[in-house]
């Protein structure tokens, strides 16, 4: 089964997914608990307005490169 998936990437892919999502959480207005069961104070940048021009444009290159990338 090894021969046929790469787990190594997989695990490097799912973890660098798993921080992304976390840092583009933080840059949100209402930021996120990282030490949650620990404290419910929220990190937060208040860098982009979810739902906002900024978000939608981010989402749209990521969406134009993945299908370039994939044609």
Do not use: Q, W
């Not at 046929?4 to 997914?17: C, D, P, Q």
């Not at 583009?24 to 996120?32: E, V, W, Y």
């Not at 608990?33 to 739902?51: E, G, I, N, Q, W």
């Not at 749209?60 to 370039?68: D, E, N, P, T």
Request: proline share 1%.
């Amino acid at each position: 089964m090894t021969e046929y998936y790469n787990f190594k990437s997989l695990a490097i892919g799912l973890s660098l997914g798993c921080i992304l999502h976390v840092l583009a959480d933080i840059l949100t207005h209402s930021g996120t608990a990282l030490f949650f069961p620990f404290s419910k104070k929220r990190v937060k940048m208040a860098v982009v307005t979810t739902d906002g021009i900024v978000e939608k444009g981010v989402f749209a290159i990521l969406v134009g490169v993945l299908v370039l990338r994939y044609m």
